[in-house]
Structures are given as C-alpha cells and as structure tokens.
C-alpha cells in the first residue's frame, strides 16, 4: 500500500531564504522516496545587515515577515504535515536576530530555530552523502554559505575532522573577513587534515557549486575536474557584474557572490590535492525533510 507525507524546509540563510516542499513516497519493504514538490527562494541577503551593521535593518525584518506570512500560506495549501524552520550565520550574528524570531512566530506563526555551523553540517550530512562516499576512498566535503563554510573530512567512510569557518561569500563580498589570517587558518587546517590522506575528491554543496555544475552542462554524477573549475574562475572573473547577469543568466544575488564561493572551492582543491570536485543535489533543505522523517530534529 502506498501512502504519501509531505514535509517542509525552511532554510534561512546569509543570501537567501528558501522554502522546500517535498513529497515523502511511502511503498511497504521499501526505502522512503523523496520528490521535490516545490522549491522557492527569496533574495533576501541578511548578511550583508548582520555582517556590516551587526543588525538586521527594518527593511529586511519587513521582507523576512512577508517571506515567512507567504511561506505558512503555500504550505497550508500544499497541506504540508510538518515543517522545520533553521536559520544560519547572519542571524546567528545580527544582535536583532531573536527579537526578529519572536515578530516573525507573532505574526507568520513560524516557530525558527538558530543552528550553529556543526548542527547545520550534520543536518546535511543526513542527506545521500553517505551513498557517495565510497569505503576506500577519502572525501573533503565543503558548504559554502553566505556567513560561513563547513569542512568535513571522511575516510573510509568515517568523518576524521569537521570545521566551521566564518569565511562566506556575503562576508569576503562585504570585507568583513580578515582575509589573510583566514585563509591561511583554512589552509592549515586543510593541510593538516588532509596530508596522509591519498587521492583526495571533493564533495562540493550550496547554491554557488550547484549553479556551475549546471553551467558546465557535465552529467549527473559526474565530477568537474581542478582544470575545468581553475578556467571557469578566470572566466566569471573577466566578466562584468552586468555581463554575469545578461550574458550567462544568472541572478543579481548569484552574479556577485560566485566569484568568491568558486575560490573556496578552488583553494579547498589545490590544498587537499583534489583534482575532482563531485556536486551532489544536497543541502540544508533536504537535509532538514530527512532529518525531520527520520526524526533526529523536531517539527
């Protein structure tokens, strides 16, 4: 007998705001299957508040309210079971951050909770990235957000070290990041992590990584290569913002932010040794749904 639960993810991050409504397909003697049902994002870059002014402006609170009032109505309408509600960095930093909780949960009926960056790392690591890691091999997963970036290493199939860095493409765009002591933090702790590992492949997550993938028109499971991602660079660094928008299609909140995520991901290649970068359909969205069903985190 089937049956279906649909189950929601609200995943409030640096340059964005995401809702994820997902159909969770139940068959007897079979594994949960989970298909998008709907997915929308909203452009609201909190960070660029909370990492410059240290609070979220009354413009954005006001965008944040709306966004959460549009939220609670499409998931009454998909007739949504349970939801969870997470947000990251920026108002983990915004001293306001709280106080916009309790406005939002007084006039959304949206209950958010503020994730620290190991919750949120291992929120996505209940998602398939156990199916992709192989046992013989080592992995360097790496999420890069807005406010923050999160490194795990697995060996044969075991996390050996996991790292949150406050080095994210809002903050280097905004130079709220002390770039050089940063850098070379995330490189050492690369370095350190990684040196008696052989043939290192990268994991690569978050909208900026995903958007290149598809940019690079290479197929499902199959990874980038060091070379391609090194020429890439190069290329989005040439263009303009304008050129970025009009002539590759990308959106105003994505044409600026992924020049700084593709030289994360291109440092975490060159520092690790990696000469592949895999870029799996995961994120703190989808991670949240199975978390949710599986129920290590509370609707």
């Known amino acids: 007998m089937l049956s279906i639960k649909k189950y929601a993810a609200i995943d409030i991050g640096s340059n964005a705001v995401r809702l994820l409504i997902t159909n969770i397909v139940l068959q007897k003697e079979e594994k949960p299957k989970y298909k998008k049902s709907a997915l929308i994002r909203v452009p609201i870059r909190l960070g660029a508040d909370a990492f410059i002014s ?3 402006s009354e413009e954005n609170t006001q965008r944040m309210i709306d966004a959460m009032k549009a939220f609670r109505l499409l998931m009454d309408v998909h ?3 349970k939801y969870k509600a997470c947000a990251t960095s920026a108002m983990r930093d915004a001293t306001n951050g ?3 909780i309790e406005r939002i949960k007084k006039e959304s009926q949206i209950n958010i909770e503020i994730i620290d960056g190991k919750t949120e790392a291992k ?3 209940s998602t398939d990235l156990s199916q992709l890691i192989e046992g013989h091999k080592s992995y360097l997963y790496v999420d890069v957000g807005g406010g923050s970036t999160e490194f795990t ?9 996991s790292k949150s860095f406050k080095m994210g493409t809002v903050r280097l765009l905004n130079k709220e990041v002390d770039k050089k002591p940063t850098w070379k933090e995330i490189k050492a702790w690369i370095e350190k992590h990684t040196k008696d590992l052989k043939k290192v492949v990268l994991i690569g997550s978050g909208g900026n990584i995903n958007k290149i993938f598809k940019m690079s028109g290479q197929k499902v499971d ?6 391609y991602m090194n020429a890439h660079y190069q290329f989005l660094k040439n263009m303009s913002y304008d050129d970025r928008i009009s002539e590759l299609g990308l959106n105003p909140d994505r044409a600026d932010v992924i020049i700084p995520a593709t030289k994360i991901y291109l440092s ?3 520092w690790s040794g990696a000469r592949k970068i895999y870029v799996p359909k995961i994120g703190l969205s989808d991670g949240i749904i199975k978390s949710l069903y599986n129920g290590t985190l509370e609707a």
């Open 54 to 56: 240290g609070t979220i």
């Open 153 to 161: 290493v697995f060996s044969k199939k075991k996390i050996v070290a």
């Open 268 to 270: 975490a290649m060159k």
């Open 123 to 125: 929120i996505i690591a």
């Open 222 to 227: 199959k990874p980038l290569s060091y070379i």
């Open 98 to 100: 709280q106080d916009l």
């Open 79 to 81: 007739g949504v079971e």
